[in-house]
């Protein structure tokens, strides 16, 4: 391309020519434009999707190919590229689910590839994991000791697992998590390149990144070589528009368009497509501007919750508010060098009880009473996501839901009838075997395994105040922790159990595993289902020496502890066994009681 041309919609501008020349279609799809519809009884109508199938084409003169770009796709995507700050950008129509199984696909070329990753990591990943036939080596990601929630591994344990496995292709992060939370990826970066392998970055939630300086830096600007986003997420594109970009000289381009074509549909949508680059378009003309009124919509929460000292708004603690300037993202201090938390998405408003009377659940379920509804909810949290299509008069509806709400409960005791520790709190229904716990609210791409509760550690709920604040008794560390090292207030806490008086201390704590190492051994993945003679279940008693069957997610906070096909070591059977003693919920395996569990049978290579 020539001079690319920012005010171009390529895409979408080619279906309006397509729609006005009403040319006779002699061509799939089979509902011609719609006509199909058009003649029947109103019963039986399309009643809207008419219209949108005036524009629903295939691959014909003059639309060009998702997989063969040459035409209008290939500006779209070049004008993706030049938006985005990607030297290469591709449209995607399955969701960022397509572009990390192509991602892994490309780094993975052969099977038994290593790939280092995160643990919390999205179903896809997994998939993808399964379909390469890889081996992957998870790392455990940095905590947020105010909130309990999960962000990423830290720079150097990504630094210790490129040490320890040379052979690795590449490694594969989350940011931002399902919260919002990020930390620096730049450092990530970094020791991928002195190792010359890529990071790949499941971007999902942060596609709007980078493009006002209230937001964070993208994950391409801080170094990514892959990174896959959710266009129709926190920006304007249709469900499953996604995009993938990529830079610099680590991932084998014209095997990735391979694998793209692999994982993706050979007759992708158009309206899909068209979505992309009009998303694509909004912020290329309007810049900054596009997010004016989002922000503003932010800044009416921020000033309504500093006036509402009932409720909470969870932000890195180095972030305080402000409330003089329409959406501004907040004064930052120098953030603590390695720290867990230190990034906030502004659009993604994350509030909490500051007294402990309503959950997450419970909050949730009152603010949809009232027509507000939000993205998610755990136990502790609810998630609200704003974006540039979001209106000062709508956050105004909010916080007069918020008021109505904490006149009506009282501060006495939690709803939820007793004080529950974070070791006794109900799972959500409709696990999956992968992610674990599934939000209240339905979303397509849960960004990570969200940890979606830690300790109830106490919250400020004095004026203005929106951090977490930690217990007096054992200050919060400098910067982040991870699940082998954290040694933070949550150990001197203990919660109490009406039933039969346990005390559950930090040791117990599902998050704060200490002697879980922060680098796994190779886990092997594979496509080939197992048979069912081919495990077996075991007391969790016995099981130490053995290779896991099935996942093992302790909730909350919804991280898993194992994989299939990984060793259960001493220490891990020691700290099951604890974790159930202590009344803690297992999700994902066969006995959520986890009195037993399921391993390989020692005859097909079940011992350790």
């Known amino acids: 391309m020539d001079k690319l041309q920012p005010g171009r919609a390529p895409v979408y501008e080619m279906l309006e020519q397509y729609r006005h020349k009403g040319n006779i279609s002699y061509h799939v799809p089979g509902h011609k434009n719609g006509e199909a519809y058009r003649s029947t009884v109103s019963a039986e109508s399309a009643g809207y999707l008419t219209e949108v199938m005036r524009y629903d084409v295939t691959e014909i003169t003059g639309t060009d190919d998702l997989h063969h770009p040459e035409g209008v796709i290939r500006e779209a995507q070049e004008l993706a590229a030049d938006c985005y700050g990607a030297e290469e950008s591709y449209m995607l129509v399955g969701g960022s689910t397509a ?11 052969e099977p038994g590839s290593l790939l280092i990753l995160q643990r919390n990591v999205h179903k896809s990943v997994i ?65 991928c390149h002195a190792c010359c392998v890529p990071l790949l970055v499941d971007e999902a939630h942060g596609a709007h990144y980078g493009q006002h300086p209230a937001l964070p830096a993208g994950a391409l600007a801080q170094g990514a070589d892959g990174v896959v986003q959710s266009t129709h997420k926190m920006l304007t594109a249709l ?28 007759s992708p949508s158009y309206p899909v497509m068209a979505s992309l680059d009009l998303a694509r378009r909004l912020l290329h003309s ?61 659009f993604k408003a994350v509030i909490y009880d500051a007294a402990g009377v309503l959950g997450g659940f419970e909050l949730q379920r009152r603010l949809e009473e009232r027509g507000i509804v939000p993205e998610m909810s755990d136990d502790r949290h609810v998630v609200l996501a704003f974006s540039l299509g979001s209106k000062a008069e709508e956050a105004a509806a909010l916080l007069t839901a918020l008021q109505d709400i904490a006149a009506q409960t009282s ?39 969200e940890p979606v509760s830690g300790l109830d550690l106490t919250a400020d709920s004095g004026p203005g105040q ?27 806490a203990s919660y109490n159990s009406r039933e039969g ?50 996942m093992v997610i302790p909730y909350p906070p919804g991280i898993p502890l194992l994989y299939p096909g990984e060793s259960i070591t001493a220490s891990v059977c020691d700290r099951l066994i604890r974790l159930r003693i202590g009344g803690a919920k297992f999700q994902a395996c066969a006995d959520p009681a986890l009195q037993h569990i399921m391993v390989y049978n020692i005859q097909k290579g079940g011992e350790a």
């Open 286 to 346: 309007q810049g900054a501007g596009a997010f004016t009124a989002g922000l503003a919509a932010v800044d009416v929460l921020r000033r309504g919750l500093a006036a509402l000292p009932r409720f909470g708004l969870l932000q890195p603690a180095q972030q305080q508010p402000v409330c003089g300037e329409a959406g501004a993202a907040g004064v930052n201090t120098p953030p603590l060098r390695g720290a867990a938390y230190v990034t906030q998405d502004p």
């Open 99 to 109: 572009g990390n199984l192509a991602l892994i696909l490309t780094v993975c070329s």
């Open 411 to 449: 501060l006495a005791a939690p709803q939820t009838g007793r004080s529950a520790s974070p070791l006794d709190l109900e799972p959500t229904t409709g696990a999956d075997p992968v992610t674990g716990p599934e939000p209240t609210a339905g979303s397509d791409h849960i960004s990570d395994l």
């Open 127 to 191: 998939h993808g994991l399964m379909l390469a036939g890889a081996r992957a080596v998870f790392l455990e990601p940095q905590i947020d000791p105010g909130s309990g929630l999960a962000v990423a591994p830290s720079a150097e344990t990504v630094q210790a697992a490129l040490a320890a496995y040379p052979e690795a292709v590449g490694v594969l992060v989350t940011m931002p998590n399902y919260y919002g939370m990020g930390s620096d990826l730049a450092p990530l970066a970094q020791a």
């Open 239 to 266: 469900t499953m528009g996604a995009m993938l970009h990529v830079q610099g000289p680590w991932l084998d381009r014209a095997l990735l368009r391979q694998r793209l074509a692999m994982v993706q549909s050979s």
């Open 501 to 550: 008086e346990l005390t559950f201390s930090g040791h117990i704590s599902t998050w704060n595993n200490f002697d879980i190492p922060a680098v796994s051994a190779p886990v092997a993945f594979s496509i080939r289902p197992v048979a069912a003679g081919e495990t077996e279940s075991v007391e969790l008693e016995a099981s130490a020496g053995r290779i896991a069957a099935e």
């Open 466 to 492: 929106s951090t977490y604040s930690d217990t007096a008794a054992a200050p919060a560390p400098q910067g982040g922790e991870s699940f082998s090292s954290a040694r933070t207030a949550a150990q001197a």
